[in-house]
């Protein structure tokens, strides 16, 4: 073997994070933002997305088994921290408590979209721009996606920090350095596009 | 003629099976006390805050100049040495506990062994005996041993495992400061030799892959070596490892 279980597992849940969910987040909130445009543009988005052809091999080998590897051992790493930072109060001990909570968070946010979204339209139901429009006339949904969302994109954005150090691509301080500044712009960027999009339903 | 006290809270406990307790102390003061100077003082007199007499409190040490490692605790809610706690520069009630993740053997004296046992897994050392003599190993470059110099400034004092999440009873993680070793063995010209053989080691189970870079313990080693460095260093000597163990290299 390359190495020992916990060694490969932890790469593969660093690599899976960036590649392939990573960039499906990227692509998912993107086409969303078609929402800003109206119902009609999100609505042609949509319906070329589920047209892809080999759909559900693309969604088990891009989206389903690389999240529930990344799920399922992302929870075995988050219980096994003894967090401390209330005796050590330092930034990156911070970004790794927030990185685990995040994490947390947009693991139930999944599950319950997917539940709403991905297997209600597998049950019959349509997904469209009326579909998410009415789950948005819930205020408390309204919050319960701003916060899902933003979790996820935190997650993603911090992880790929990780991800830079995990695979020694970023070694020197003054590069994890640059590297945060960087992945915290691609926090903000996804989060004005994610925002955007989930006011432009309601 | 009244003398300023100096009030210390110890978390002490008598033998590695019975439960931690408080005890308070109110020791005279001196110019230039340090935590140790000041725990030898209760040796002197081991009488409580209250007036009652009590058993002395329990500690190591060794070289009183922070390079030997072994009076480590927790003062004030940070690991440190207390032969370089002063005690004019701490906020009182000095609060005094032994470093937790270790197994404590009495009060604040606490065994590092498996810091020992991590050095001798990652094989920190440079094998240089043979069966005859092997003559003069490669140079070193003077700026690159200037440079690992720092790195072998580690004295195992376990206050960067004290500070990291994931060393506790949960993982089998290491521990930073055996990685760092690692890195400095493998960057000796004749340690280089042995290259393989450390990053093998620390690609098994409870070995780097476990640091979730909190960087809590650079931000904590007392010497200031630049342990996140190290292990990233060798995050990404292992991504190269790993290849090469997977799909063979003709080296």
Redesign the interface.
């Known amino acids: 073997?390359?190495?020992?279980?916990?060694?490969?597992?932890?790469?593969i849940h660093s690599l899976l994070g960036v590649i392939p969910i990573g960039l499906f987040v990227v692509q998912h909130l993107v086409v969303n933002h078609f929402a800003t445009k109206g119902a009609e543009s999100f609505n042609a988005a949509a319906h070329f997305m589920e047209s892809l052809p080999f759909r559900i091999l693309l969604e088990t080998f891009v989206i389903y088994l690389p999240i529930l590897f990344h799920a399922v051992y992302g929870l075995y790493?988050t219980?096994?921290?003894?967090?401390?930072v209330s005796?050590?109060g330092?930034f990156?001990?911070t970004m790794?408590l927030v990185q685990r909570v995040t994490g947390v968070i947009t693991l139930i946010f999944i599950a319950w979209h997917v539940w709403e979204t991905r297997v209600q339209a597998a049950l019959g139901a349509e997904v469209n721009f009326s579909m998410m429009a009415d789950i948005f006339s819930s205020p408390f949904m309204i919050a319960f996606y701003l916060i899902g969302v933003l979790s996820a994109v935190f997650h993603f954005a911090n992880g790929l920090w990780?991800f830079f150090?995990?695979?020694?691509?970023?070694?020197?301080?003054r590069s994890?350095k640059v590297s945060t500044y960087v992945t915290m712009g691609v926090f903000v960027a996804l989060a004005i596009v994610s925002v955007r999009t989930i006011f432009a339903f309601i | 003629m009244s003398t300023k006290m100096v009030k210390f809270i110890i978390t002490r406990q008598d033998n590695p099976e019975t439960a931690p307790y408080l005890e308070e102390f109110e020791i005279p003061h001196r110019p230039n006390m340090n935590v140790i100077s000041a725990l030898m003082e209760i040796r002197r007199n081991p009488v409580n805050a209250k007036g009652e007499a009590t058993t002395p409190v329990t500690w190591e040490m060794g070289c009183l100049e922070e390079v030997c490692g072994a009076c480590s605790m927790v003062i004030n809610?940070?690991p440190r040495q207390s032969c370089t706690a002063l005690v004019d520069q701490l906020e009182q009630p000095i609060r005094l506990e032994p470093m937790k993740t270790f197994p404590v053997v009495r009060d604040l004296a606490i065994d590092r062994s498996r810091m020992f046992d991590a050095l001798k897994r990652v094989k920190a050392w440079i094998p240089i005996d043979g069966t005859y003599d092997l003559g003069p190993g490669p140079r070193m470059p003077e700026t690159k041993r200037q440079w690992a110099y720092e790195l072998s400034k580690c004295m195992t004092c376990g206050v960067c495992l004290e500070?990291c999440?994931?060393v506790?009873s949960?993982?089998d993680f290491i521990g930073p400061a055996p990685l760092s070793q690692v890195r400095l063995f493998n960057a000796h010209p004749t340690g280089a030799m042995n290259k393989e053989e450390r990053l093998?080691a620390i690609?098994?189970?409870?070995?780097?892959?476990?640091c979730?870079?909190?960087?809590?313990c650079v931000?904590?080693c007392p010497k200031g070596i630049?342990l996140?460095?190290s292990?990233?260093?060798?995050?990404?000597?292992?991504?190269f490892?790993?290849?090469k163990?997977?799909f063979g290299s003709d080296r």
């Open positions: 073997m390359a190495g020992s279980k916990d060694f490969v597992n932890r790469r790493i219980f096994q921290a003894n967090n401390n005796r050590y330092y990156r001990n790794f990780s150090v995990s695979w020694g691509l970023t070694v020197s301080p994890q | 809610g940070k500070a999440p994931n506790n949960k993982s093998n690609m098994d189970d409870g070995g780097l892959a476990e979730g870079n909190s960087q809590n931000q904590s630049p996140t460095t292990i990233a260093a060798l995050n990404r000597d292992t991504t490892q790993a290849f163990n997977f």
